[in-house]
């Protein structure tokens, strides 16, 4: 079965050679999986050195020195046919050679000459005019192009840039026609062109002297509409249902269902993955993991709801920006929130902030316009218009989000799915009726202390006042409790009286209350509810004067590291007793008076708590009891037998709340700061955020369509910016993205760059049909797939002759039905669905199916791949677990990316590797061994199992001819496991077919004839 693969998107040229003149050359053949060979013929564009073609074997373009002569020599007549058009033919050669030092960048531009606007170009100099219409050898710029003095000509020979004969010739030919300026094509505005779709493609067509193939059989059709609209393959019951009637009634019928389906938003959403740089870990060093699936759920959800471009852009760049935020439009801001977090010990959190910002401005504006403005970091765009003032004034725009490159992630939005909102619910209202019974038992054993019936005595105060203006207040159970004002520090006075008797030790509670986040604490600070007790001193008050009583021993239930109790008696006001971290709870510290005071008489007493640490760490609500007991057998006051046993049934409920709390996902989202509370932007010298430059204000840059009239941007300004029907450059790079995703390749071959040194669209009025198709259609992707599934050129047959492919080498013309090698998730969820082993389970946590051992050995990294069992182990590529580091290895094989980096577009390889995965990944493995239990399932002959084997992996009919190699390996298979039938075992148990013992060679046979036919270069293409 050959192939032909002409759509495979290789090295692009940048756009630097527009078809003028062509001439053909080469040819190269190409092994793909041991099985079939590739013919690849091209035609180059003229006129071109001896230089391999990129992507293309060494030596294909060598010429011999006298063709290179003879095409020299036949230039200017070919030229001379027809008329340079500047934006297409010259602006590519001055971005390129001209542009670096006398472009848009005024740090290193060159002699204050700018070549890169009308103006400049015509303006006088003292040696003459850069450029003088009509008058070639008048011309500073010609004249520096030809001259042969190496100290003059241009581009200096330090450049390494030379200037072709026939790039010369171009320039030459430009000013002798008047010199026209023109602006870059892709900042035109978007205008629809007369005609269809159809139209443009055959008008395209005729230019080069082809026109649309015939329809492709009903079969191909069917398969190769399934596999564009779902990445998943029709069923055989599909194909043979349109097959009976392929009517154009039964195939619009067909491509509603399709695009009805909830696989379409799952294969679709792939796209986005790629260009959200989406992963399951944060990257870097310890690549640590992340809960990002709920935004690729939304993802899938939104684009099955068919929600349009306008409102995927504000949802996912600002939904946090809007009035009140639903729970879906958070999560849609984790698109931006997927950029890489460092969690490695010593790193700059600022410095990867800053980069995560950089890489959201330059995905942005490389996503939805084409632009590469991250080029603008650290110097003025060399050939866009896009200064780096405009850079770091977009940048603002983005730097005002309270991410910051924490450990935690935050901010995040808790997701809890039903059934565990109805656990918390269930376990908060437990909590709530075992906090009552506790604060029952704690009230209880408060009015037992508070009574004096035990060995601690509250003191009864006759005033109490606050140094620094606060109100104290005792209370019915002698407790003092705190209000008013709030002094960073403060002293508390307390006069009372002491009864008569013994008294031996002084004991301090520190009482929680209510602070305004519904918590208890015992400070003042809600931020800190701590307490710093500085010092503590105590006089008695006899005939007016004050007798110092002087404390030695001291013990507490709890204190906090480098601040024990003792230091409140160690006549340092700098040192304290504090409690944190556990400031929510009831404390008590007790102090050994030195000498024992006995007292014939009630006697007052003046008390003073100092407390100098400043924050208001000051106690709230406190209580002082004396005990006349000997220091040795006084106890600190322990909890009740009840209240223990209410705390542990409160703590029970707690810790199940926190576990449940773990399970529950958080997703990272966008929230943006507070207005006083907004960052300052500068410009980064060269880049780099520690040498920063001027302030800047956040602007929008201008060029690019109507800019929103606000005194300060916001993300939303930004989105709604992005989709303006003005922006010439976001429905062109939208539908080219989406039709390069059916074609194989975009119109504009450069997705990523559709500026100045981008690729020049191969039929410019076919690209902008499909922009304002999109774009006037209300942003609708399932309106513009349907606009193009339903067209002729879609359906066109894939074969081609010699002579189609050497007129129309890569297909970019669309001269025949597109055809090329699956990607990476396509490849898997076909081989799957055919064997019957593909779960359709959506959304949820990423899966691992299983990759080969070993593979994470990470750094500081305890995580391991543990290969998922069931239904998850056969899940959709969409859901595997994507580590950045390590990324799922067959996808990578077959062009997938880690996440690191936003991919535009997969550049499609072939690979021995990717030979070596379809046939050993066990992944595919399992797929051959579910195809062989198929064929297996019912009595037939060994032809008609090959025959229905065959038919269901390529979905169409299949003649015994094509069985035939496929009967002979099955026969050799078959002799060698008989032979060898510990092999058959191992083969058996590998592809977990579960056969009997019995049939365990006939089962063998029948795998390796299975993985065969998955093999095949017709399944592994779209044709």
Sequence with gaps: MQESHDNSPGTDTKGLWPDRGQFRVGSVCILRHGMATRSWRWKERFPRDNSPVPGYPEGTMKLPLTVIVMITCWLPPLLAAERVEFARDVLPILSANCFPCHGPDEKDRQAG??????????????????????????????????????????????????????????????????????????????????????????????????????????????????????????????????????????????????????????????????????????????????????????????????????????LQLAGDLRPQPSSDDLVATAFHRNTMSNDEGGTDDEEFRVAAVKDRVDTTVQVWMGLTMGCSKCHSHKYDPISQTDYYRFYAIFNQTEDADRYDDNPRLELPTSGQQERRQELRNQLESKQSVLADARRRQEEEQASGSGPWKPVTWKSARSEGGAKLVAGDDRAIEVSGEKPAMDVYVLEGTLPAGRHTALQIEALPIPQPDGQPGLGRNPADPNFVLSELSVELVVNDGAIRIELGGTRADFSQQGWPVAAAIDGDPKTGWAVSPRSREKHAAQFELKKPIVLEV????????????????????????????????????????????????????????????????????????????????????????????????????VGFGPVPEVERPSRADVARWLVNAE????????????????????????????????????????????????????WSLKNLLRAIVLSESYRQESQASDELLEADPRNRWLSRGARYRLSAEVVRDQALAV?????????????????????????????????????????????????????????????????????????????PLQALVTLNDPVYLEAAGGLAKQVLSVELTSEQRVLRGLQLALLRRVGLDEALPLLHLHAQALAHFQKEPGEATALVEAARVGELESATPETAAWIVVCSAILNLDEFLTRN
């Design 727 to 778: 922006n010439p450059l976001t429905p062109r790079v939208w539908a080219n993205r989406i039709w390069a995703r059916l074609h194989g390749i975009g119109l504009v071959e450069t997705e990523e760059d559709f500026g100045a040194l981008g690729a020049w669209p191969v039929n410019r009025p076919l690209l902008d049909w499909l922009a304002s198709e999109y774009r006037d259609r209300g």
């Design 113 to 314: 000459l700018r070549l890169d606007g009308p103006e400049q170009i015509v303006r006088k100099r003292p040696a003459g005019v850069p450029i003088a219409a009509g008058e070639p050898a008048q011309s500073l710029v010609y004249q520096r192009l030809v001259t042969d003095d190496p100290d003059a000509v241009m581009p200096p020979p330090s450049s390494n840039k030379i200037l072709k004969p026939e790039q010369v010739a171009l320039i030459r030919q430009w000013i002798e026609e008047g010199a026209s300026w023109q602006r870059h094509w892709a900042f035109e505005p978007v205008t629809r062109p007369e005609g269809t779709l159809d139209d443009q493609v055959r008008r395209g067509l005729a230019g080069q002297g082809l026109k649309l193939r015939p329809r492709a059989t009903a079969e191909v059709l069917v398969r190769r509409l399934s596999l564009d609209l779902t990445g998943l393959p029709p069923t055989l019951a599909e194909v043979e249902a349109f097959s009976s009637s392929p009517t154009e009634k039964a195939w619009e019928e067909l491509v509603d269902e399709l695009l009805a389906r909830p696989q379409f938003g799952e294969h679709w959403a792939r796209l986005w993955l790629d260009l959200a740089r989406y992963a399951d870990t944060k990257g870097y060093e310890k690549d640590l993991g992340r809960t990002v699936w709920p935004w690729r759920d939304w993802v899938v959800r939104a684009l099955n709801a068919d929600l349009p471009l306008g409102e995927l852009t504000e």
């Design 602 to 701: 009630p006697t007052s007493i003046r008390i003073a708590l100092s407390q100098q640490y400043g924050g208001s760490l000051v106690l709230a609500r406190f209580r002082v009891s004396t005990s006349g007991l000997p220091w040795d057998e006084v106890v600190l006051p322990k909890p009740s037998a009840e209240v223990q046993r209410a705390k542990q049934e409160v703590s029970e409920i707690q810790q199940r709340l926190q576990q449940l709390a773990g399970e529950v996902a958080q997703v990272p989202v966008l929230k943006e700061l507070s207005p006083d509370r907004r960052r300052v932007t500068k410009i980064h010298n060269r880049g780099n955020f520690l040498d920063p430059g001027d302030e800047v204000q956040p602007a929008i840059p």
């Design 835 to 911: 064997s019957g082993l593909l779960s359709r389970k959506q959304g949820g946590p990423p899966v691992m199916p299983p990759q080969p051992n070993g593979l994470w050995r990470s750094t500081y990294n305890g995580k391991t791949w543990v290969d998922a069992e069931g239904e998850d182990r056969y899940r959709r590529g969409l859901y595997t677990y994507l580590k950045r580091t390590t990324p799922y290895p067959s996808f990578v094989m077959f062009d997938g990316g880690s996440g690191e980096v936003c991919q535009f577009r997969r550049i499609r390889t072939n690979t």
